[in-house]
T-cell receptor, first 111, second 114 residues
Framework: TQLLEQSPQFLSIQEGENLTVYCNSS?????LQWYRQEPGEGPVLLVT?????EVKKLKRLTFQFGDARKDSSLHITAAQPGDTGLYLC???????????FGTGTRLQVTL | GAVVSQHPSWVICKSGTSVKIECRSL??????MFWYRQFPKQSLMLMAT?????????EQGVEKDKFLINHASLTLSTLTVTSAHPEDSSFYIC??????????FGPGTRLTVL
């Protein structure tokens, strides 16, 4: 069974602070995706990383895929209350597009 | 593009009854649809994978006779929770893929079994 452990599980920070969320596994993934989910809604795709060592930026969010394609990180700069939500990483293997979701990181950004 | 809808968005039912949840891809043909379950404050757990016109593949521990999945067309998959019990109360989410690997998720259906 492939497991994706995210850390921290919960993070409460003030507006303007920086943070990093980690997603770790002992398995190799062909690609890794990051989602954000708000209460009562489905996950929304933020980014897909495919190449080991790849770094992608989405405004204040920076995503990195580990060289061995077993882990990933999400860094948020100058967090805003709108960043509040559940962040989920999800790994895909092969071409079947089946995803294994991480344990999730709940982020709360306060004024 | 790549919009997925679910109906209903929430449902409350009595224990022992069956509930059907629909998942539709609105602007693309979904060759594969996935059904997930999410308990409060937890991550998504894959229940089953369904391909149009074939039987669904269920994950270990998911009862196929309890969670009936039908994927009769390229734009519609249904999940029927049969003889629902309070422990089946959860947030059910579907996703769909087309000719690409990215999954697009529906908004979810909250099921409450009394």
């Amino acid at each position: 069974t492939q497991l994706l452990e995210q850390s921290p599980q919960f993070l409460s920070i003030q507006e303007g602070e920086n943070l990093t969320v980690y997603c770790n596994s002992s398995s190799v993934f062909s690609s890794l995706q990051w989602y954000r989910q708000e209460p009562g809604e489905g996950p929304v795709l933020l980014v897909t990383v495919v190449t080991g060592g790849e770094v992608k930026k989405l405004k204040r969010l920076t995503f990195q895929f580990g060289d061995a394609r077993k882990d990933s990180s999400l860094h948020i700069t100058a967090a805003q209350p709108g960043d509040t939500g559940l962040y989920l990483c999800a790994g895909a293997t092969g071409t079947a597009s089946k995803l294994t979701f991480g344990t999730g990181t709940r982020l709360q950004v306060t004024l | 593009g790549a919009v997925v809808s679910q109906h209903p968005s929430w449902v409350i039912c009595k224990s022992g009854t069956s509930v059907k949840i629909e998942c539709r891809s609105l602007d693309f043909q979904a060759t594969t649809m996935f059904w997930y379950r999410q308990f409060p404050k937890q991550s998504l757990m894959l229940m089953a994978t369904s391909n149009e016109g074939s039987k669904a593949t269920y994950e270990q521990g998911v009862e196929k006779d309890k969670f009936l999945i039908n994927h009769a067309s390229l734009t519609l998959s249904t999940l029927t929770v049969t003889s629902a019990h309070p422990e089946d109360s959860s947030f059910y989410i579907c996703s769909a893929t087309g000719s690409w690997d990215t999954q697009y998720f529906g908004p979810g259906t909250r099921l409450t079994v009394l």
